[in-house]
T-cell receptor
């Protein structure tokens, strides 16, 4: 099956702890994205990457970090600097670098703070 | 700043009627606009893309219009069914220079409830 996988489905973070959310795609897409969604809110862009070893900050990058060492993987680390990390995190990918391309989303990871 | 506005109030309609959802935007000059469907606890799923030179686009019971003068898109579901109940998001490309690449900004979405 082709698609985007995110793990884990639920993740619990303790105070002061860094946690990493996994995102993998086997669609051979160049671009990958991380969004955060809070209850009743829209999707807000955290980071995105167009090619391996390169990424750009989105609107709410503070307290997060990413890496893109492989085309198919784009993990997101929620650091202790992110004071309000409880949210639904969505990873997405897109085929090309040009516009007019649709984004494909993973099933999401729900992060909760203990 | 760039803004995408969708009706924040939920839309409740009766099965068989046409649902119409609105997306307004400011400070964008979009070449195209997209609509997505999101079910609770799941990632959004792409529905339709309409380009600036297309006034209307259809896919089965779905119809999207795009008015770049009004800066507005309308999303219609005809002969609505309870299975159409979901949140519908519109999305536009963020303004970025060519070096930054492309990413979508999303509206907050409108929740649609279709009752039998």
């Amino acid at each position: 099956d082709g698609g985007i996988t995110q793990s884990p489905k639920y993740l619990f973070r303790k105070e002061g702890q860094n946690v990493t959310l996994s995102c993998e795609q086997n669609l051979n897409h160049d671009a990958m994205y991380w969004y955060r969604q809070d209850p009743g809110q829209g999707l807000r862009l955290i980071y995105y990457s167009q090619i391996v070893n390169d990424f750009q900050k989105g609107d709410i990058a503070e307290g997060y970090s990413v890496s893109r060492e492989k085309k198919e993987s784009f993990p997101l680390t929620v650091t202790s600097a992110q004071k309000n990390p409880t949210a639904f995190y969505l990873c997405a990918s897109r085929r090309g670098l040009a516009g007019a391309e649709t984004q494909y989303f993973g099933p999401g990871t729900r992060l909760l703070v203990l | 700043s760039q803004k995408i506005e969708q009706n924040s109030e939920a839309l409740n309609i009766q099965e068989g009627k046409t649902a119409t959802l609105t997306c307004n935007y400011t400070n964008y000059s979009p070449a195209y606009l997209q609509w997505y469907r999101q079910d609770p606890g799941r990632g959004p799923v792409f529905l339709l893309l309409i380009r600036e030179n297309e006034k209307e686009k259809r896919k089965e019971r779905l119809k999207v219009t795009f008015d770049t003068t009004l800066k507005q898109s309308l999303f219609h579901i005809t002969a609505s069914q309870p299975a159409d109940s979901a949140t519908y998001l519109c999305a536009l490309e963020i303004d970025s220079n060519s070096n930054s690449g492309y990413a979508l900004n999303f509206g907050k979405g409108t929740s649609l409830l279709v009752t039998p």
